[in-house]
């Protein structure tokens, strides 16, 4: 039980980052979408909201251990795309900028890791997809 106990607060963990992101761009859309138009993003609306509700959805998913592998390898995807996209080369001459855009990077791609590691040995038996496996056996 220790474990599972592990894995579900693991999983509340990562699913914070992205319930408070995407229900902070949702509330703030123009925002997001003024970002995304200072990355030159095409149509940075429809991206900015596509984005919060990928966000919003996928954070419920693994917050509930629900189809945890695919939402899992997605968010994985998305943040590599997002670090990439949003951090990396960032910051100009400014080192400041340049040392926040950096660890942001990184930790986009720690993110990616422990949702690929998620992906791999799933939610943990205090989830749908946990109590499914019991159900089906």
Known sequence: MPNAIAVLVG???LSAIFLISGIHSLTDIASTAGYFEG???????M????????????????????QTTPVAVLLAAYCVSAGYLGHYGQGGD????SLMHT???MKDL????????????????????????????
């Not at 422990?114 to 019991?134: C, E, N």
């Open 39 to 45: 990355l030159g993003l095409p149509v940075p609306q």
């Open 11 to 13: 999983r509340i963990l």
């Open 94 to 97: 400014d080192p400041m900028l």
């Open 110 to 137: 720690g993110l990616a890791g422990a949702f690929l590691i998620l992906a791999v040995f799933g939610p943990g038996s205090l989830s749908v997809d946990g109590r499914r496996q019991v159900v089906e056996a």
């Open 47 to 66: 991206t900015a909201w596509a984005s919060a509700v990928f966000e919003v959805a996928a954070g419920l998913c693994v917050l509930i251990g629900f």
């Open 103 to 105: 660890q942001a990077f």
